[in-house]
C-alpha cells in the first residue's frame, strides 16, 4: 500500500501530464472552430489542398480544412451530387457538367496552372502524335482538361478522332499500366509522368504549358449552400488555397516534404516534380478569367461533351479571391506532429 507521500507524488504527475496535454491541444480554443472535408487527387495540381489542411491545423483561428483523398474524379462527382461533400477539386468541364446537370455548386477558384504532360513509352522513336496513330492513349476522364488538351493537339495535327485508341484509367494506375505494356502512353496531371520518367518506363512527348500556355486543369468547388449559409468558411478556404499556394512557389522543397505522405508518393518523386524544372506546374494566377473559362466551355461544346452554355455568373464566384495574396504562414518544425 502507497504511503500518503508517495501516493501524493503520483497525484502531481498524472496532474503534471494532464495540464501539458491540456496544454499541447489547447481545447478551449479547437472547440468552436468549424471543420470542412476537401476533397483532392494525389496530383500536384491539387498540391494546395494538403498545405491548407496542415496550415489549418497549426493555426489556432479560423477554419480547420481536413483534405480528404480520392483516387478518380468521379467518385469526388458523386459525393458533392450527394451532398456527402461540400467542397472539393474538379477538372473544369465536370464543373461545367455538373452545373449543366443542375448541381449547385460554384467555381470559386483554381488549384494550379500548368502540371500536366503527354507521356509515352520510353522505347518508342515518336516525335509528334501523328508517330501514335492506332496506340493507346489513356486520360482521366473524358471531361477533363488533358483530353481537350489531346484533342487539341490531334486537330492541330490533321489527326482525325479514331486515329487514337483512348482509354479512360485512374491516374495513379497509368504508370502501372504503362510499364505493363498495357497503354503506349497517357495525358494526365503529374506525379504520375514523372514517376514514369523516374522508373524509366516513360517519356514526356508534351508538357503542357508548351502547348497551352498558362494551361488550366482543375478548380475548386464549393457548394452553394455553403457559400450562402457560411460564407467565412468559404473565405477562409480559399485565402487558403491562394495563400498555400504563394508559399509553395517558394518553398517547393518544403512543399513536397509536406504533402508527399498525402499523395502516397516517395518526397524525392514529388521533389523532383516541383524542381525540375521548377515552372513545370505553378501555383499562381489561381483567379480565371472569363475569357480562359469560356474558351474550355466553348472546347467541350464543339466536342459535344458539354450540351449548354452556361453562363459564367452561374458557373463562377470569384468574390473570395483575395486582393492581396501572401504566403501561408507554415512551420515545418510542427510536421512530424501535426502532419497525418
Known sequence: MLHKSSLKTVLI?????????????????????????VAYLPVTCHLTCPVTDYASRSSTTGTVFEADRYNDFPTIVEALKAKKLDAGFVTVPLAMKMREQGAPIKIVCLGHRDGSEITIRKNMAAQSLRDLKGMKIAIPSPLSNEN?????????????????????IAPPDMPTNLAAGAIDGFVV???????????GTGRPLYYAKDVWPHYISC????HEELIRKHPEIVQDLVRGIVDSGEWAETHRA????????????????VNYVLTQP?????????NPTDAEIQKIMDMGLGLKLLKKRTPLSELLNRSFIPSLIVPAKIDMSKLASNGR
Open 189 to 199: 496531371a503529374e506525379p504520375f509522368c514523372s514517376k514514369a520518367e523516374r522508373d
Open 254 to 269: 518544403d512543399a513536397a516534404k509536406l504533402v508527399a505522405p498525402k499523395f502516397g508518393q516517395s518526397e524525392a518523386l
Open 13 to 37: 504527475v498524472v496532474l503534471a501530464i494532464l495540464v501539458l496535454v491540456v496544454l499541447r491541444y489547447k481545447p478551449w480554443i479547437r472547440s468552436n472552430r468549424a471543420t470542412l472535408r
Open 278 to 286: 521548377p515552372n513545370r506546374v505553378s501555383y499562381r494566377m489561381l
Open 148 to 168: 481537350f488538351l489531346l484533342l487539341k493537339l490531334m486537330k492541330d495535327q490533321g489527326m482525325q478522332p479514331g486515329d487514337l485508341n483512348i482509354q479512360v
Open 219 to 222: 478548380c475548386l468547388v464549393v
